[in-house]
């Protein structure tokens, strides 16, 4: 199974919120929300289990870096007028709601935790298991609630491109197919798509 070093969880850590420089306007309240979500965040995984994508410490920021990185490539190669700066946004913050959950306190809790059970992960893959003690959202909805909870201000599209960064695979974004969603939607689901493929060879690489 792959795993990151400390060190390759650090320099990813620093290039993805490197990123947020660029922001203009924008990059206190980006700030301020990475620094509110800071260590859940910088180590959360990408998923629950191992045959699904990034299943290890790390590996969200991972992840939503490929995802910037396969969405700028798209941008580059379609001449698509689109802007850097909302991508990085909504590549960089597609699946924040994955790292943690901030209640009106201002107190942290994971999305996900360590599998206690030897068993589900030796069997079944399950490496990790997600936090039944935090309201329920939809990974895309908390990832939202996030940005403007710190005042990262979404334009139309941005907001869109997170809410529905899962594509037309979910029920829950039915109602928008048939090219309903605005084209950065369909970059950054598409960008995401590829990543996640990418990761999954590189798991089966791994065994």
């Known amino acids: ?71 700028l490539k798209l941008k580059k190669t379609f001449a ?21 959950f901030i209640d009106g306190s201002g107190n942290r809790h994971d999305y996900y935790l360590p599998n206690e059970s030897e068993w589900h992960k030796d069997k079944c893959g399950e490496m990790f298991v997600t936090n039944e003690k935090i309201p329920y959202m939809l990974v895309p ?8 909870k710190f005042g990262l201000t979404l334009t139309y599209d941005e907001f869109m491109a997170i809410l529905l960064n899962d594509g037309q695979f979910v029920d829950e974004n039915k109602a928008y197919r048939g090219c309903k969603e605005p084209l950065l939607a369909t970059i950054v689901h598409t960008a995401d798509y590829l990543a996640t493929r990418e990761e999954k060879e590189l798991y089966n690489s791994s065994i």
Not at 15 to 27: A, D, M, P, S, V
Not at 90 to 100: M, P, S, W
Not at 141 to 148: I, M, N, V
Request: charged share 20%; aromatic share 10%.
């Open 141 to 148: 909805h908390r990832s939202l609630f996030l940005c403007q």
């Open 1 to 71: 199974m792959r795993e990151l070093t400390p060190e390759q969880i650090e320099k990813n850590w620093n290039q993805y919120c490197g990123f947020f420089e660029q922001l203009g306007e924008r990059t206190e309240a980006a700030k301020k929300l990475l620094e509110a979500v800071g260590e859940s965040l910088a180590s959360a995984p990408a998923s629950s289990r191992n045959y699904y994508h990034n299943s290890f410490i790390g590996g969200l920021v991972e992840h939503s870096l490929r995802v910037l990185k396969n969405a």
């Open 80 to 100: 698509y007028d689109v802007s850097n700066e909302s991508l990085i946004i909504a590549c960089l913050f597609h699946d924040l709601g994955k790292a943690c």
